[in-house]
């Protein structure tokens, strides 16, 4: 799931948010590990001009902080940038950073990785909006050679060229997982192509079957032979009967009737859901999330219903 409060647009925040303290991040954080979530996430963008900042808000934890943060006090559950604006930074700044994190959570990281949609945000750094996906694309490949096993690690592209400069530590993992996020052609030809797995933006469900077989036909025809990690964002969720308003596009009930419509996407080909909940506290938000945990997921992997 997207953690909540460390990003407060308003598409999806709810109010309690605003005021929620760094004691609830934690406290959902910790409910996640416990209730067995495979990741929790936290987004990215460094600064958000005013014409935009009443419905996208000023509200963006730095998701390596964040991160590291709430790897300190969890066991299991995975850390996934969703996703990280990588062409603000130096290819070898993004690795240092997220290096250290997989280095300190022993091995938990995922990186997701997009192109940024804000033009302020770009130029107020130094970098380039108009050029980003290509960026984005050469930033990959680099993030490859900066974040496998060697203490020394080389790279020469267009953009971007180092060698002869170590990095210590290295990441825990063999290979760090890098997952993209976006539904536009060139964000489903960037992870088709070059990611290990995919992160749409939003896409409904009759929308999700036509991409994720363009992914397919786009990696096929590139010739990558690894699997790749299909994800979808669900609809908001609500784990039995409301006490409020929940918005029509709520999915709510019991269990085994959320987890049945939550199986249509493992029938389109969808290996990882992400979830949001609908709630008017953190409490309510974790005793959703271990409802979830305890009376939806076990119903989640059935093929004989």
């Known amino acids: 799931m997207q953690l909540p409060i460390q990003s407060q647009s308003a598409l999806y925040a709810e109010p309690w948010e605003a005021s929620a ?6 406290r959902i954080a910790r409910a996640a590990d416990r209730s067995g979530f495979a990741y929790i996430a936290s ?23 964040t991160l590291a943060y709430l790897a300190g006090i969890t066991e299991r559950v995975l850390l996934l940038s969703h996703v990280a604006v990588v062409g603000l ?33 770009f130029e107020a750094v130094g970098a380039d909006f108009d050029g980003r996906g290509p960026v984005l694309d050469e930033t990959i490949d680099a993030l ?6 060697e203490e020394y690690p080389e790279f020469a592209g267009e953009r971007f060229s ?38 749409p933006q ?17 990696r096929a025809e590139a010739g990558v032979e690894e699997p790749i990690v299909i994800g979808a964002i669900t609809e908001p969720l609500y784990v039995g ?7 029509r596009r709520t999915l709510a009930g019991k ?20 979830v949001r909940f609908r709630s008017r506290s953190a409490a309510e938000l974790t005793d959703q999330m271990a409802a979830f945990g305890a009376d939806v997921a076990p119903h989640l992997d059935r093929s004989d219903q």
Do not use: N
């Open 21 to 26: 303290a760094p004691a609830d991040l934690a």
């Open 43 to 65: 987004c990215d963008h460094v600064a958000i001009p005013r014409r935009l900042a009443e419905g996208m808000s000023t509200v963006w934890y730095d998701p390596v902080a």
């Open 89 to 121: 930074r130096h290819p070898l700044i993004t690795a240092k950073q997220y290096a250290t994190l997989d280095h300190l959570s022993g091995g938990r990281l995922i990186l997701g990785v997009g192109a940024g949609h804000v033009r302020e945000e």
């Open 144 to 149: 490859r050679a900066a974040l496998g096993p």
């Open 162 to 199: 180092f060698g002869g400069l170590g990095q210590l530590p290295r990441p825990a993992q063999e290979r760090v997982p890098v997952w993209v996020g976006g539904s536009s052609p060139a964000a489903v030809r960037r992870a088709a192509v070059r990611g290990d797995g995919w992160l």
């Open 202 to 218: 939003g896409d409904p469900r009759d929308r999700l079957p036509a991409q994720i077989a363009r992914v397919r036909e786009l």
């Open 241 to 247: 009967e409301p006490g409020g308003p929940v918005g």
């Open 255 to 274: 269990p085994e009737e959320l987890a049945a419509s939550l199986r249509e996407y493992a029938a389109m080909g969808v290996h990882q859901i992400q």
